[in-house]
Structures are given as C-alpha cells and as structure tokens.
C-alpha cells in the first residue's frame, strides 16, 4: 500500500508536543510493515518551513530540528509527480480555495499513485 504524507502528519510525528504526535507515531508503526511512504516535493519545503516557524515560536533548536528532518526524509520516498500549474489553480478556484495550492497537488498526486493520503488536515479527510 503506498501512502502519501502531508505536512501536518510530519510536522506531528516529529514534535513530540504536538497535539497528534501520538497518533501519528501509532499510525506509522501500524503501517510500516505493509505500507511504502511517499511525500512530494512541495511538501518537503512546506514542512521545512513549519519547524523553522515552529522552533522560532517556541525557542527550539532549528539546526537539530531540521537535521531530525532529513534523516526522516531519507527514510521515505519522495516523488515528483508531474502537475499543471495552470490545472491545479483552476482546481484551487473551482473549489473556492478551500484548498490551497500544495493540498491540490497533493491530492492529485494521491489520485496518479493511488496512494491513501495521511494528513491531520480536515480539508484533506484527516482527523
């Protein structure tokens, strides 16, 4: 089973304080012998910028931070699913902006891999 993962389900299997670390930790230890763990570039650099806001705003190193990142990020597999600019903000139109830009690709991309989406964000069918 591929799954595709969204920032806030990285964000809250890093930081131990978040509020959906312990799910998040759970979920992944449920799926890790079934399940192939995908992201996509953008929410490589989405994420990237969270820790650095989130380790601003709460006084955390944002070297280790990061450094625990990466070593996540060559843990799974990340994959440029070809995308339309033009298409996707017509999609983000269409849909009143209800998503944004990186939460449409990402669903898209979870369409072309058939890939079941893990996210905390209720506008993507999370918790």
Do not use: W
Not at 34 to 56: K, N
Not at 57 to 76: M, N, T, W
Not at 99 to 117: G, H, T
């Amino acid at each position: 089973m591929r799954v595709l993962l969204d920032t806030s389900f990285i964000v809250a299997f890093l930081f131990d304080r978040d509020v959906f670390h312990h799910e998040a930790v759970s979920k992944v230890k449920h799926l890790s012998d079934t399940a192939e763990f995908y992201t996509i570039p953008l929410v490589v650099q989405e994420t990237a910028t969270v820790i650095c806001r989130r380790c601003r705003e709460r006084g955390i190193d944002h070297r280790k931070a990061l450094e625990v990142y990466e070593k996540f990020l060559e843990s799974i597999n990340i994959v440029d699913v070809p995308y339309s600019h033009k298409e996707i903000l017509e999609e983000v139109k269409r849909k009143d902006c209800e998503l944004s830009f990186v939460d449409m690709v990402l669903l898209k991309s979870s369409e072309r891999l058939k890939a079941r989406i893990l996210t905390f964000d209720k506008r993507l069918g999370g918790a």
